[in-house]
């Protein structure tokens, strides 16, 4: 897959439709912008491609700065760097506009992407995301302290589904190990490669700055907000602080944590209703 120059960096980015992987214009399929989450790498499965939005739209999706197999340079990151990244991404592949879903941390950006280049994005899906300020801010990743794999592990379960409860962990400790043996896993992922405790530092960061929530009101786009009951990452109440402040917006929760993607079912099929309007 290729790399890209955009702005100061190289973005290391795929594209795929309703068939295989595409390399040119494309027949089929609403244009999708995705933006992954906070650790993002494509190179984790399964991911966008793998769900059932492949089956309906013509993906674009990327590593962010500091992420995966994009640049990560040891400079500070704003999220205007992040919206203003994602902007020129578009700008070099040339699509004018399309519809956006951003995810947990990329919903974040996805939030100063529609504000910053509001003619870029047609329809937007924030998931399981926050707008900071008075909105509320998801779960501050930066204050933790360092831990092992396996310890991260152990306080994100339940952290992003909070039915996963120590009661829960206790009742079912083989399915428990089962998470965290699957979460070490995936964080070997380009484990060992330059500037990766550099790229992640310096996302979390500019995590910590973000802040969209007295602008939203300026958004006159149709926007699904949706999420999780049981996520104590991006919690229910900043969902339906967003759903407050952006005018004319949809707010739908699913059964599930900070995963809700993966845990109802129900949920692609109502993004990709909303977004194939």
């Known amino acids: 897959m290729p790399f890209i120059p955009v702005r100061d960096i190289e973005i290391y980015y795929e594209r795929q439709g309703s068939g295989p992987v595409l390399h040119g214009p494309v027949l089929h399929g609403p244009r999708l912008l995705y933006i992954n989450g906070t650790g993002g790498d494509l190179r984790r499965r399964p991911n966008v491609f793998d769900s059932p939005l492949a089956a309906h739209f013509d993906i674009l999706s990327y590593d962010q700065r500091g992420l995966g197999q994009s640049s990560r340079p040891d400079i500070p990151y704003t999220m205007a760097d992040y919206a203003d990244d994602a902007a020129g991404l578009l700008d070099v592949i040339g699509w004018e506009s399309c519809g956006v879903m951003g995810v947990s941390f990329g919903g974040m950006v996805a939030q100063e992407l529609a504000l910053r280049h509001p003619d870029r994005v047609e329809r937007l899906v924030l998931a ?21 794999p396996a310890d991260k592990a152990r306080w994100q379960i339940p952290t992003a589904d909070t039915r996963q409860d120590a009661a829960w962990q206790a009742a079912n400790p083989a399915e428990f190990q089962a998470l965290i043996d699957l979460a070490v896993e995936g964080g070997k992922v380009g484990a060992d490669e330059p500037n990766r405790a550099i790229g992640a530092r310096r996302q979390l960061e500019a995590r910590a700055g973000h802040d969209t929530y007295d602008r939203l009101a300026a958004l006159h786009i149709p926007v699904f907000v949706c999420g999780g009951r049981y996520d104590g990452i991006a919690t229910p109440a900043n969902l339906e602080a967003l759903h407050r402040q952006i005018s004319g917006s949809q707010l739908e929760f699913f059964e599930g944590g900070h995963g809700f993607l993966m845990q109802d079912v129900r949920a692609y099929t109502a993004i990709a209703r909303f977004l194939s309007v």
């Open 128 to 148: 399981c995301t926050s707008s900071g300020g008075a909105g509320g801010s998801s779960y501050p990743l930066h204050t933790l302290p360092p831990l092992s």
